[in-house]
């Protein structure tokens, strides 16, 4: 159960910005799509919406920069302003997290944090 809730931030925002890290020829070589954009630079602008609470924002916080960014090529910076940027939410009205994209589709898009989004350590 600590994975399944613990790392369900992880894996959506994983999903959203991995991409990232591959190249085009590779996500042909393995027959996926090629519509996927990376973001510039292999940096994420992010912010949050006014709906987290302190705990949810210390939690994003601690996946993007703790998990995520150590170990990827990925950087994410705190910009509310830039072009192309994600608006971190919080719905209480879903379980887990949700993202309708992945990669940059330009723009603002936005991750969903639920009430189930939450990080159990052992």
Known sequence: MRQALGYSIASKLLLLFLVANVSADERLKRQAGTTIRKWALNTVYYYFDASLTTAQ????????KSIIQPSTCISFVVNATARNRVKIVSDPTIDFCESSN??????????TMGSKCIYVSH
Do not use: D, F, S
């Open 57 to 64: 924002q210390t939690l994003a916080n601690r996946v993007m």
């Open 102 to 111: 992945v990669g940059c589709k330009g723009g603002e898009q936005t991750v």
